[in-house]
């Protein structure tokens, strides 16, 4: 009976444990949320996905963030070529 004892009681202190740093990471993920225009994913979603570097920036990611800020122009991926600028244009809307 002790041994039994001498394993449950750490299983239910570690589970105890887990249950509740896991309420706090849903409460963190809840109360920190960053707010993202949805046009970063759709402008994502049309590029080819080369991760390249070619646009000058770190990814396809970094591309599509300054696309949408107006940083980058719609024809900046060497890659996708004018398919993936007519892409753009009609998510921009331009």
């Known amino acids: 009976m002790d041994d ?3 394993v449950l009681i750490p299983i239910g202190i570690l589970t105890g444990l887990s249950v509740f740093f896991a309420g706090v990471l849903a409460w963190a993920n809840v109360k920190f949320k960053v707010e993202r225009d949805p ?3 759709e402008v ?3 590029l080819p996905g080369a991760n390249c570097g ?3 920036f770190a990814g396809c990611a970094g591309f599509a963030e300054a696309v949408v800020s107006g940083q980058a122009p719609l024809n900046g991926c060497p890659v996708g070529r004018k398919k993936v600028a007519d892409e753009l244009g009609r998510i921009m809307g331009t």
């Open 4 to 6: 039994l004892l001498a």
């Open 39 to 41: 046009k970063i994913d």
């Open 44 to 46: 994502l979603a049309a």
């Open 54 to 56: 070619a646009c000058g």
